[in-house]
């Protein structure tokens, strides 16, 4: 049963006219870190948030409270696929709904601005139109789970130095027909039924205050009726966020909202008139959800879609999002004629299967790409290579750790058993521990060495503390933050490292204690975040990269897997670099000496540099692909699978070739000058190096030729029906994504050579042709003009594999 409009209306409207100024407030101010208060005596319960995009983490960030990890947004836009997006949609309301999550902070529709963005991981693409239709895809699937999105981050947050003030200037028509462009398509189609703002300013006023682009253009000229939550400690103005058309200031309980807006009201600064509408907004969102008495849910219990296998899920959308960037032939593999493999790579044991910052998850299991592939084929020798973790990796395995906390006096509050040295409350802490009481948290274990040895012990976090191994002191002392970042503790915390030798088989004690934070600052709730890191001896870089080079020259085949790491590749800081870290390319390189038959799984979140590239076999990029990692790659390493991912972004051969790369404000602003010319735009319209891969590249295990193309006039609002014949004309079935772009002849104003205007993926048996058919929505030949004016003239429509690859084109004519 769906609950009409009207009926929220009206329950909005009772619920309202009950409520006084000082409950109106609370309800726009976040409770804790991750809720809104309840307000029983209208029969409103608890809204609970929680991050987005690749899994529902919810209140707790720890292990102990798993969730489904999915490939991250970059691998879901990979496959363009809207289809496969709302499904993963569903999943997440699935998820959610177990988790008593009723409002889910993603997806991030940002833009690939530049490649050295660290959330670029965490945004879909370069090209408006396809995050529009990812996007549109994921959160039409939330939504049909009866739960709530909040788009982020609106708008120009596309990358991270100084994310909290810096200020971005972009014309009216780059921010229309670019950054605006998703979050006007996802909600005006799909209905959000929240958008959260961003950290950043928007030509000189910060989002939480953006009178203009939130009141004026999303609420206003889009229609958009859900909820505008801040981003965490984004809104510090209690009458600039009111009257910029905040709603919701996140988290709690301190924020500039709750009691400062009920005197701000009382004191004539905001007029009540306002309070009521972000009001309004809260009720219909949490009437949408099914927390207001008398008004819903929108989507009732019996109507919920059809319950989703999350790891099915997560592995077949990994396998449809790589990227196959080479084959000289050698994939797929045939296992039955293979008799050693060598498997190479810290990632392959240790693959990265998620983003760092607030899009981690914690997954109960997670396949590496070494346990995928040894399940599937013959003889598998692994040689780590380079490892080019810069930070030691959480003590694991045999430590038995787990977690005391004290009072000042001693006292035990309570223990907690952990999975790993990473040591992690935000928000709650574990039951029975009272946080006014707390003084300090051990994470303490004993450790029987395998190896004999210089093993390595690690302190990372922001703050007080002593680290005690086999009975001596090795540091106490502190840890200052490394950035001004307030989430620094949390996404990139300083390091300490000490040596100690130990014998093998001799148990040791190991224990770090950390002083918490100062009382004052506890109303926040927990903010404990620290690890206790653990490296075994290793033999010396040269060996490691010696030895894989012999594993591989007496292998059939070589696999190896190289990637970024949480240091390089987060949210929290943008990436100084595009080469891969460590010593990788040198070991692909003396591995694919060793072995003709190499081939490279990339295991990065956005682009990074392949100098080797034409050296070995193949190239598959995996992105991060989440939990099933491994059983994905084994699929598509073996040809059960097609990697079916088309890039989403524009690879450069080399971060100096890319025609946007830098990120730093200079004076506190960051100019985007080259206005619309961004991704395979701005590549396309400059003279220099080409990339190494386009927009749209990606190559799958079999061929296709493009036959036929027919355009035909459609009726408003959509400009062209284009029907395209293709047909596999390779030896296997496989699915291909058809891309249509547009190229206008009139050389004004200006406008890109090419750009997306529809897609649609097919699939086809060997020697099968097949048809599709695309609709060119008006907006593709409009531009921004202090309004969306239709540009008449001559087009073509050019429809290809990929932005730089069209196979047939015809003439549309277009009247003003
Ligand atoms: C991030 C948001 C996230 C929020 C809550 C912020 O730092 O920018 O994307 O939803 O934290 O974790």
Redesign the pocket.
């Known amino acids: 049963m769906q609950i009409e409009a009207m009926e929220i209306e009206s329950a909005v409207d009772k619920a309202l006219a009950r409520l006084d100024l000082a409950t109106k407030a609370s309800l726009l101010a976040g409770k804790d870190v991750w809720s809104l208060p309840a307000v029983p005596e209208i029969g409103l319960k608890s809204l609970v948030m929680s ?2 995009p690749i899994g529902v983490r919810g209140t707790r960030w720890t292990p102990d409270d798993p969730s489904i990890a999915l490939p991250s947004p970059t691998a879901l836009a990979a496959t363009w696929d809207p289809e496969l997006a709302r499904r993963v949609g569903r999943l997440l309301a699935q998820e959610a709904r177990r988790k008593g999550v009723h409002l889910l ?1 993603a997806p ?1 529709v940002n833009l690939h601005r530049s490649p050295r963005g660290g959330r670029h991981f965490e945004a879909y693409s370069e090209d408006p139109f396809l995050t529009g239709r990812i996007g549109v895809g994921y959160v039409a699937g939330v939504q049909d789970g009866g739960v709530g999105v ?1 788009v ?2 609106y708008v120009a947050n596309d990358s991270e130095t100084d994310r909290f003030t810096v200020d971005v200037r972009a014309s009216d028509r780059a921010l229309r027909e670019l950054y605006l462009a998703p979050f006007e398509a996802i909600v005006r189609e799909a209905g959000a039924w929240g958008v ?1 703002t961003a ?1 950043n300013k928007v030509d000189g006023t910060t989002m939480t205050e953006h009178d203009g682009l939130v009141n004026g253009v999303l609420k206003g000229e889009w229609g958009f009726d859900g909820v505008n939550v801040s ?2 400690t984004a809104a510090r103005d209690t009458v600039g966020a009111a009257l910029g058309g905040l709603d919701v200031a ?2 709690g309980p301190r924020t500039v909202f709750g009691e400062a807006l009920a005197r701000a009201v009382e004191e004539g600064r905001v007029p009540l008139t306002v309070v009521d509408e972000a009001c309004r907004r809260v009720l219909r969102l949490a009437a949408r959800v099914g927390l207001l008495a008398g008004a819903g849910p929108v989507v009732a219990p019996e109507a919920l879609p059809e319950p989703v296998d999350g790891e099915g899920l997560a592995r077949e959308a990994a396998s449809r999002s790589f990227v196959l960037l080479r084959n000289d032939g050698l994939l797929p593999l045939d296992p039955g004629r293979l008799t050693r493999v060598a498997v190479i790579g810290a990632a392959a044991a240790e693959a990265r299967v998620l983003g760092g ?2 899009a981690q998850v914690f997954p109960e299991r997670v396949v590496s790409p070494l346990d995928g592939l040894r399940a599937v084929l013959p003889e598998v020798t692994y040689a780590v290579g380079a490892d080019p973790r810069t930070k030691l990796a959480p003590a694991a395995g045999d430590f038995g750790l787990h977690a005391v906390f004290r009072a000042a006096d001693g006292t035990v509050l309570g223990t907690q058993p952990l999975q790993d040295g990473s040591a992690r409350w935000l928000g709650d802490l574990p039951d029975g521990v009272d946080l006014a009481a707390l003084d300090s948290v051990e994470v303490a274990g004993e450790f029987t060495p395998a190896i004999a040895g210089t093993h390595r012990f690690g302190i990372a976090g922001v703050g007080d503390y002593r680290l005690v191994v086999d009975g001596v002191e090795r540091f106490a002392g502190r840890l200052e933050a490394d950035s001004d970042d307030p ?1 620094a503790a949390l996404l990139n915390p300083p390091e300490l490292r000490f040596d100690v030798d130990l014998s093998s088989g001799r148990p040791v004690q190991v224990s770090l204690t950390h002083r918490v934070a100062r009382a004052e600052d506890r109303d926040e709730g927990a903010f404990i975040t620290f690890r206790l890191g653990h490296a075994t001896p290793t033999p010396p870089a040269d060996a490691l990269i010696e030895q894989a080079a012999a594993a591989a020259g007496t292998a059939d085949v070589a696999i190896v897997v190289v990637g970024t790491t949480e240091e390089v590749e987060s ?1 929290g800081f943008d990436r100084s670099s595009l080469a891969l870290p460590g010593r990788q390319d040198e070991l692909v390189r003396k591995v694919a000496a060793a072995n003709a038959r190499t081939v490279v799984v990339v295991n990065a979140g956005s682009p990074v540099e392949m100098p080797w590239r034409d050296e070995v076999a193949a190239v598959l990029l995996v992105w991060f692909p989440g939990q099933e990692a491994g059983a994905a790659l084994a699929d598509v390493l073996t040809g059960v699978a097609e990697p079916g991912g088309r890039l989403p972004t524009t690879w450069p051969v080399a971060a100096a070739d890319c025609p946007i790369l830098d990120v730093e404000p200079v004076d506190g602003v960051l100019a985007y000058d080259e206005g619309i010319f961004i991704g395979y735009r701005a590549w396309q319209r400059r003279e220099g190096p080409a990339p190494a891969y386009w927009f749209g590249h990606g190559l799958g295990y079999t061929d296709w030729s493009y036959d036929t193309i027919d355009v035909r006039p459609a009726s408003d609002p959509d400009l062209a029906e284009v029907t395209v014949g293709v047909r596999n004309t390779g030896t296997r079935a496989g699915r291909e994504v058809v891309q249509v772009y547009l190229a206008a002849e009139a050389p004004e104003p200006e406008r890109p050579a090419r750009w997306l205007t529809g897609f649609a993926s097919v699939s086809a048996a060997p020697g099968e042709a097949a048809e599709v058919t695309v609709t060119v929505p008006r907006r593709a030949a409009e531009v921004w003009d202090d309004g969306w004016t239709l540009v008449p003239g001559t087009y073509r429509v050019e429809v290809g594999r990929n932005a730089a690859d069209v196979r047939v084109t015809a003439p549309l004519a277009l009247g003003s």
Do not use: A, V
């Open positions: 991050d987005g902070l991030t909040t982020k981050h959260m950290y981003d965490w996140m988290p910052g607030s989430g949210e």
